[in-house]
């Protein structure tokens, strides 16, 4: 047993004497309670090495060398002491035998500075049971965020440390914290449902599934203490071993209102107080994103931090750290914070908003120029002079906002959970107001616009009673009731003209856009059209951002609505053609992935994923392509009536003409059941002139009940239908008549008799129709001047012959450029042809010539 208390022979003689001084000091009347108890606490464990032999010999080991280590660092210390006086080595000595070797010795009789602070001497099971109950601990505060997957890695630790200390945990007992933890945690998942775990991220709901599966295996060994725990004999020792005055690894408060402790590396013991607030917040600031930090442990010490603190600049301090904290919970693309940390994070920021608004000498800006010291910061917040905080308001609204959309797109929106969260948009509401306040009160002029933009997000898509209805509730609060009041109907618009006078481009083309929408929404279409218009902004929206692009086509989309509301058939499909004569509208709108044949990247869907829009903000696409379609029934079919017998055929709708060709062509067709079969047989009604059926067919149609005034709108679409039947029915028939009275034409279509011949007028005006209307007699005289099916041959006829003579001209002219190519190649083959004849000619004449001369010197050679 002295290998546990005291050091082996061989040491140096500092050893030597550090042991003499605690014998010596041991004998000491003041410390002879403590000493026997050491005794004792060692006598027992020389009973159970005894009856334990293989395991006493691990932890003797274990503790021989912790204690040499540590007798070592003492000496150091004891050293560094006797130098600097004989006194202070002399009080150390008597205080070092209760510090150094008794059991749950009290290290507060260190009343030195932090410089000063020795490490703390534990043994064995201490160690351990600290591990485990950091781990515990760790367990609890992930169960209050309901972060599953920070349990399960905790958890998992928790099974590592209880099995290594297995021979501690048989000799000393079962700690009751692990019991009251394990208990917990049973209890905790028991109670979680199966829809709650299917609305779980993917990381949550997997490590609670294995979780599940692995604490029913892991509690078997502890069976028996369970079983005590749940009949109540352990809950009041649970609760002595939960109060603040025990040692925790974590934090260990002594008076939360003043300071609390908490132990740091090597089991280093530190006091944070208000004096050492800024200095250890600065620490966890430099430590936050680094490798191995607890993320848990620090966020529960910067809210320990906040309730000690007493002044509003060490508030708004702590504040500004402790917000991006709770961020750091996000983890992974698409994930959102949990509901219960995001309004952990508005009460913070409220928080932060109401100490800025109540002391308006300090200022939170993204840029300092000099950093002062806090006693220097609080002497000028007493004298009422201005202090400028680093910091950033608008980054904390911008990124809580994120989050909430972010936690709507993951929410199923035909669930009651998403109303519940829907109704957490009037506080953040509230704050992005209240952050508007505060940066106009600062004159921040370079991050109002963005906040504005946030405000105007909130209420441009909806109408102008729930905006009225916001506004009330908001007001509610006492900074915003001091604002002056703006009228729910020009907020929107007050709010964009703050847009239009800044320089940012990108700013100012979106207020644009959210303008158009919200007039073309409460029907103000042509106020709409001229922003639109003047703006220009169609010109140059293929240049800009993804999202920009995304509520421009909402904008036009709205403005298609509003024109058919106020029944501009023509203006309402020129606006929604573009959009639906592609397959990609949901794309377009960002109410949906549509991804064919492989054509887009896992990272491209989910960025897609990431900028689609909240359901409540949706434009119903049935519904738009219902008036779509509606309006190209209108002008499409008094288009055909009129150029049936036109070569050069004038197509308004592509997308309609293939729909009702491909219906054309059905051999059976049955009663129609959805929206595309009502209309298109609504348009074989009107084509031969029955309009009462098309106009049963096109008030059938269930979706209409979606759209405000739902009658006018019936309405509406009824005098269209007659106008256009009317149309139809004359480019139809006039080829058969001579004459057609004009009362006749009002009661076959019930019109009134004016408002046919104003039609009438109309058509003639732009040579639509070859007539006169005679005025006594109040009928429509037909000219035979129209084409017949005769013309319409005898045109076809001519066209092919002109055809036929162009293509053989054509080939005639090849023909004739081919022939004189050839004569071309025979004339210059022909003098090639002489060139080498006369070559021929002139090598003959040589070679006689010289054969000649040959002969001649041939002849004198002989000669001589």
């Not at 979680?192 to 997997?206: P, S």
């Not at 709205?558 to 509208?585: D, P, T, W, Y």
Request: hydrophobic share 30%.
């Amino acid at each position: 047993m002295s290998s546990r208390f005291f050091r082996r022979k061989g040491k140096d003689s500092d050893s030597d004497s550090d042991d003499d001084s605690i014998v010596s000091s041991s004998e000491e009347s003041s410390q002879e309670s403590e000493y026997s108890s050491t005794e004792e606490s060692s006598s027992e464990e020389e009973t159970s090495s005894e009856e334990e032999s293989s395991s006493e010999e691990e932890s003797s080991s274990e503790s021989e060398s912790e204690s040499e280590s540590e007798s070592e660092s003492e000496s150091d210390s004891d050293s560094e002491s006797e130098s600097d006086s004989e006194s202070e080595s002399e009080s150390e000595e008597e205080r070092r035998p209760a510090n150094r070797f008794m059991r749950g010795g009290d290290s507060s009789d260190d009343s030195s500075s932090e410089d000063e602070e020795r490490k703390v001497v534990k043994s064995v099971k201490d160690k351990k049971f600290d591990e485990i109950q950091t781990h515990t601990d760790n367990i609890k505060l992930c169960l209050e965020n309901n972060n599953w997957n920070g349990v399960q890695t905790e958890y998992d630790k928790l099974t590592k440390a209880v099995q290594k200390g297995n021979n501690i945990i048989r000799r000393e007992g079962v700690p009751v914290f692990l019991t009251s933890t394990l208990v917990l945690l049973d209890d905790k998942i028991k109670s979680v449902t199966n829809q709650e775990v299917k609305k779980m991220n993917k990381l949550n709901a997997r490590s609670f599934n294995a979780l599940k599966q692995g604490i029913k295996k892991f509690s078997k060994q502890f069976q028996s203490e369970i079983q005590k725990y749940r009949s109540g004999a352990l809950k009041a020792q649970a609760e002595k071993e939960d109060k603040p005055q025990e040692k925790s690894k974590e934090v260990k408060a002594l008076d939360e209102t003043e300071s609390f402790t908490i132990i740091g590396k090597g089991g280093k013991e530190i006091q944070i107080n208000a004096e050492n607030l800024f200095e250890k917040l600065a620490e966890i600031v430099n430590t936050r994103g680094k490798k191995g930090t607890n993320k848990n442990e620090q966020s529960n010490i910067l809210v320990k931090m906040l309730k000690i603190c007493k002044t509003p600049y060490q508030k708004i301090k702590v504040l500004l750290v402790l917000i991006p904290f709770q961020f750091d919970y996000v983890s992974g693309i698409g994930n959102s914070l949990n509901n219960e940390i995001w309004a952990t994070v508005t009460n913070y920021i409220k928080q932060l908003l109401e100490l800025l608004e109540n002391n308006q000498q300090i200022i939170v800006k993204e840029t300092v120029a000099e950093e002062k010291d806090a006693q220097e910061i609080e002497e000028l917040i007493a004298e009422g002079k201005e202090v400028i905080v680093s910091g950033s308001v608008t980054s904390f609204i911008d990124r809580i906002d994120e989050e909430f959309t972010r936690s709507l797109q993951n929410i199923d929106p035909h669930t009651t959970e998403y109303i519940e969260r829907m109704k957490d948009e009037q506080l953040l509401y509230e704050l992005i107001v209240r952050a508007q306040i505060y940066l106009e009160r600062i004159q921040l002029t370079e991050k109002i616009p963005s906040i504005i933009i946030r405000r105007i997000e909130h209420i441009y898509y909806k109408p102008v009673n729930v905006i009225s209805i916001l506004e009330e509730n908001v007001r509610a609060n006492e900074v915003i009731a001091k604002t002056e009041k703006i009228d729910t109907e020009k907020l929107v618009y007050q709010l964009c003209v703050k847009i239009y006078k800044q320089s940012d481009e990108r700013l100012r083309s979106r207020a644009l856009l959210y303008h158009i929408y919200h007039d073309a929404l409460h029907d103000r279409y042509t106020s709409a059209r001229d922003l639109l218009l003047m703006s220009h902004i169609q010109e140059h929206v293929n240049s800009t951002d993804v999202n920009t692009q995304i509520i421009y086509n909402r904008a036009i989309v709205q403005l298609g609505l509003c024109a058919f509301r106020c029944g501009m058939i023509r203006e309402s499909n020129q606006c929604l053609q573009e959009i639906q004569n592609g397959q990609k509208v949901k794309e377009l709108l960002a109410q949906g992935v549509q991804s064919r044949y492989g054509d887009k990247t896992p990272e491209q869907e989910k960025l897609e994923k990431q900028r689609q829009l909240p359901f409540h903000m949706h434009i119903n696409i049935e519904l738009l392509e219902c008036i779509y379609l509606t309006c190209s029934m209108l002008l499409e079919i008094p288009n055909m009536a009129e150029n049936v017998y036109n070569v050069r055929k004038k197509i308004i709708s592509k997308n309609f003409r293939k729909l009702l060709d491909s219906s054309e062509r059905q051999t059976l067709l049955g009663p129609p059941e959805n929206t595309r079969e009502h209309i298109m047989g609504a348009s074989k009604a009107l084509a031969s002139g029955e309009w009462e059926r098309c106009r049963d067919l096109i008030c059938a149609i269930k979706i209409w009940d979606l759209m405000p005034n739902t009658e006018e709108i019936k309405k509406m679409l009824t005098r269209k239908i007659q106008e256009e039947g009317l149309r139809t029915w004359i480019f139809t028939c006039r080829n058969h008549y001579d004459s057609i009275s004009l009362e006749q034409l009002a009661k076959m279509f019930d019109l009134p008799v004016s408002d046919v011949h104003s039609i009438i007028c109309r058509m003639i005006i732009k040579e639509e129709l070859s007539a006169s209307i005679d005025e006594s007699a109040s009928i429509v005289v037909m000219s035979k001047s129209e084409e017949n099916k005769l013309h319409f041959l005898a045109q076809q006829y001519y066209e092919k012959l002109t055809k036929f003579v162009e293509n053989n001209e054509s080939l005639a002219d090849q023909r004739t450029q081919d022939n004189n190519k050839r004569n071309e190649k025979d004339q210059k083959g022909y003098q090639n042809h002489n060139n080498r004849n006369q070559n021929n000619r002139a090598n003959r004449n040589y070679n006689q010539n010289k054969n000649e001369r040959n002969q001649r010197n041939n002849q004198r050679k002989n000669n001589y």
